[in-house]
């Protein structure tokens, strides 16, 4: 895992945090770089960007999964009320606009509620 900040997963409060960040540590599998970002693609190795000026190279690259992509992610629901006008389709989270997890969990469960 890659994370810009000091902090994995900085917006959730500390209580949900911790438990969650043990878990994926764990796993046994998982290499977490703070402070850090990723530079660059080369075939399958990452180039990190670390705060403090180093770089980091992580070969063996199979997936890569980006959490910070800051954007509306509508397209299934324009698709959905195209093509299926009769479904009753709702939108929360970041197809709405991009905020964090617990906005989304939030919407989520007002929705659930509703059905």
């Known amino acids: 895992m890659v994370e810009p900040g000091e902090v994995l997963s900085e917006d959730l409060g500390p209580r ?3 438990p969650m960040v043990q ?7 998982l290499r977490v770089f703070l402070n850090t970002s990723l530079e660059r693609f080369e075939g399958d190795m990452a180039v990190l960007h670390e705060r403090d ?3 980091s190279e992580i070969s063996g690259i199979r997936l890569v999964v980006s959490t910070r992509i800051m954007c509306p992610q509508s397209e299934l629901h324009a698709v959905l009320a195209l093509e299926m006008p ?5 939108v929360v989270g ?3 606009r991009p905020r964090g997890i617990f906005e989304a969990v939030q919407e989520g469960a007002t929705v659930a509620r509703s059905i």
């Open 53 to 55: 000026g180093g770089i």
């Open 16 to 18: 949900a945090r911790f």
């Open 23 to 29: 878990k994926l540590i764990s796993l046994g599998n």
């Open 86 to 90: 009769a479904l009753s389709v709702h």
């Open 94 to 96: 970041d197809c709405r």
